[in-house]
């Protein structure tokens, strides 16, 4: 099974970048695919982007599409997303997430992952 630590998270000025990272352990070879989702308080979890372990195929929700990258580095095991001209709707929750079932990357529910990281908070002022 998988175990993810998100970090990077922090306060950062509207317009401004911040960069996210997690970090995954188990076996790659069970690995489809790793995202990012967000929740702001008293708000559901709602998808950012995807990527695709293998041949790095990426997602994007069209709120964050133009202005978020999101990157897997398979040597560090480890999961990315740059954040770029933040804006205070960005405040949230940040957690990653990995699945292991092969589900087209298009999915974006969080019940098509399996294993969630404790997330990373990211707070935007304006």
């Known amino acids: 099974q998988e175990q993810l630590v998100e970090s990077g998270g922090g306060l950062v000025q509207a317009g401004g970048s911040l960069t996210l990272s997690c970090a995954a352990s188990?076996?790659?070879?069970?690995?489809?695919?790793m995202g990012w989702f967000r929740q702001a308080p008293r708000k559901e979890r709602e998808f950012v982007a995807a990527?695709?372990?293998?041949?790095?195929?990426?997602y994007y929700a069209d709120s964050v599409k133009g202005r978020f990258t999101i990157s897997r580095d398979n040597a560090k095991n480890t999961m990315y997303l740059q954040m770029n001209s933040l804006k205070s709707e960005d405040t949230a929750v940040y957690y990653c997430?990995?699945?292991?079932?092969?589900?087209?990357?298009?999915?974006?529910?969080?019940?098509?992952?399996?294993?969630w990281g404790q997330g990373t908070q990211v707070t935007v002022s304006s």
């Open positions: 997430a990995a699945r292991t079932r092969p589900i087209i990357i298009r999915t974006t529910t969080p019940d098509s992952y399996d294993y």
């Open positions: 188990g076996r790659t070879s069970s690995r489809y695919a």
């Open positions: 990527v695709s372990w293998r041949a790095g195929s990426t």
